[in-house]
């Protein structure tokens, strides 16, 4: 059923860590292959980001390495919750796996249960029958003895 392998920690890991060494440099698409209005944003962006450079490029630099931390810091938080989520599921399949062959055992003591109750029934109901053949060859022999003393 599942079309599409999970991928491992290590490989999430890689993946966003490619991204990460993306951060800081600039867009390599030129503005003739964007729409109009896209041309105008990455104008727009370039002139604030050129002012920025021009006034303060150690705090931009200061920033950018902020922002580094941070997403790294996320990235191993992430990695660490994959983990956690990853054990869990293990858990929670192991747990299946135990109510699933319980449940099995739970259905076949009772279907077990059942038959022995249908052969006590059907050996309570011979007794019964024979007990009440016994109680008729009785009161059979009773006849015949009240009859004997009669003549």
Do not use: W
Not at 51 to 65: A, F, G, I, W, Y
Not at 87 to 97: F, G, M, R, T
């Amino acid at each position: 059923m599942k079309s599409k392998q999970a991928q491992t920690p290590e490989q999430i890991l890689h993946i966003l860590r490619s991204f990460k060494s993306l951060m800081g440099k600039q867009n390599s698409m030129s503005p003739q292959t964007r729409c109009q209005t896209c041309v105008q944003t990455v104008k727009k962006e370039g002139k604030q980001t050129f002012d920025c450079l021009l006034t303060s490029p150690m705090v931009m630099m200061e920033d950018q390495e902020c922002v580094r931390e941070g997403v790294e810091e996320k990235i191993e938080i992430l990695s660490n919750q994959i983990k956690q989520m990853q054990v869990k599921q293990e858990q929670l399949e192991s747990q299946h796996y135990q109510l699933s062959k319980n449940v099995k055992k739970l259905n076949l003591d009772k279907k077990q249960q059942l038959q022995e109750r249908s052969q006590m029934v059907r050996k309570l109901d011979q007794m019964i029958d024979i007990q009440t053949k016994q109680e008729d060859n009785l009161n059979q022999l009773k006849q015949l003895f009240a009859s004997r003393k009669i003549i």
